[in-house]
């Protein structure tokens, strides 16, 4: 199988792609990322050798450049996109080209080669819970309430359409916030561990009691790959954690893993329009693909404050933008 990845050296698409190695060894893999300040080819220098493996800089919003790739391959796993909330309230237009319109030339060669899509999106596009809510499942109806949560509901709904109207071999998931290896320190995991492995202050947004549901990377992953090969065509499923916690809870169980002061937190004012609470009902992807969260909070946040505390010099290098010299180095003659 020859897999197109969109988006494949940022967070997620990067973990996907070292899961993908691990799983399924024969495939060949082609990596299509434009290597904003989120992507980062670092991530994934152990395929630099790897004859099944290909990178390709280039910008899902190049449409010329997307019919070219999609028609060489068997599927298409999407991820790129601009992901981080804080930067869709300072500006939302890089949001809307990349997520819906770079979106729109994925699914128009989807559809002329007929290839198998999988389009990758969030839970954040239902909005936000009350306390009593039941969680989000895949009947919720979309409500996004932030300029990030609209491009990715917008860019949900071309999937649909094309599903409905152009009958494409597409699923689509819907998943929680994830956390791991690789992740940019602007979220608010990697961005509190780097900062208190440097003993500096954690800016908490507002009263710090917002709810998210934390998965970690390599569940996503799994699930990821499950719908792609398992999946129902047309089928939506949302993936989760099945661990709803308010975020100064789970900044206290970092702080304390980390052996850190909890005089290190700062409150901060809130974010705009701030969502209050996330969940997941993943019933679906359990009944249908026997798919669950494996791994349990604690567990995961010990590995990642260790993977960071190991690799404090990517993450030096990610905030001065430096790792971009690596494609230069690399690729960029090849
Ligand atoms: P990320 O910001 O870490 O990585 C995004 C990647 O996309 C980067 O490598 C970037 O260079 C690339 N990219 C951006 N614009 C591009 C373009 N126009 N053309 C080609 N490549 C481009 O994001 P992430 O956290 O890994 O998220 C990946 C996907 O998962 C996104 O679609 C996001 O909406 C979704 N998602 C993320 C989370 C989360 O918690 N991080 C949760 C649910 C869903
Ligand atoms: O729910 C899935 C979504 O999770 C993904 O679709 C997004 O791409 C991803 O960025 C993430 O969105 P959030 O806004 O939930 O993630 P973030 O890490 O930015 O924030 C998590 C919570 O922590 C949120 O309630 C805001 C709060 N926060 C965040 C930062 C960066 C703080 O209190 N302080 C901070 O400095």
Not at 65 to 71: G, I, R, S
Not at 132 to 161: C, G, I, Q
Not at 273 to 299: C, V
């Amino acid at each position: 199988m020859k897999l197109l990845v969109t988006g494949g050296a940022g967070f997620i698409g990067s973990n996907f792609i070292h899961y993908l190695r691990r799983v399924h060894p024969e495939y060949d893999i082609v990596n299509l990322d434009k290597l904003t300040y989120a992507g980062n080819l670092e991530n994934l220098k152990s395929l630099d050798q790897d004859p099944r493996y290909q990178f390709v800089k280039g910008d899902i919003c190049d449409r010329d450049l997307v019919f070219d790739l999609v028609k060489d391959v068997d599927a298409i796993v999407h991820f790129a996109a601009e992901t981080h909330v804080d930067r869709a309230i300072l500006g939302a237009a890089d949001f809307v080209k990349t997520n819906v319109l770079g979106t729109l030339n994925l699914l128009d060669a989807a559809k002329e080669f007929k290839k198998r899509f999988h389009h990758i999106s969030t839970d954040e596009v239902f909005g936000a819970l009350g306390p009593n809510d039941p969680p989000f499942n895949e009947h919720t109806p979309y409500n996004p309430k932030n300029p990030y949560s609209a491009s990715k509901a917008a860019a949900d709904h071309l999937v649909r359409s094309y599903i409905h109207t152009h009958k494409i071999a597409a699923t689509i998931s819907n998943c929680s916030n994830n956390y791991g290896p690789y992740q940019f320190p602007e979220k608010l995991i990697p961005l509190f561990i780097s900062k208190l492995l440097n003993d500096e202050r954690v800016p908490v947004y507002g009263d710090g009691q917002q709810i998210r549901d934390w998965i970690h990377v390599e569940d996503h992953a799994r699930g990821v790959d499950l719908i792609l090969h398992r999946g129902r065509l047309g089928e939506t499923y949302c993936l989760g954690g099945n661990c709803e916690i308010p975020n100064l809870e789970l900044i206290r169980g970092l702080i304390a893993l980390m052996g850190k002061d909890e005089t290190l937190i700062e409150y901060v004012k809130d974010r705009p329009g701030h969502d209050r609470r996330y969940a997941i009902n993943f019933t679906k992807a359990r009944n249908e693909l026997s798919w669950e969260p494996r791994i349990k909070l604690e567990e995961g946040l010990q590995k990642t404050i260790d993977w960071y505390q190991k690799n404090q010099d990517w993450v030096d290098r990610c905030k001065s933008g430096e790792y971009q010299e690596y494609y230069v180095k690399n690729y960029s003659n090849k």
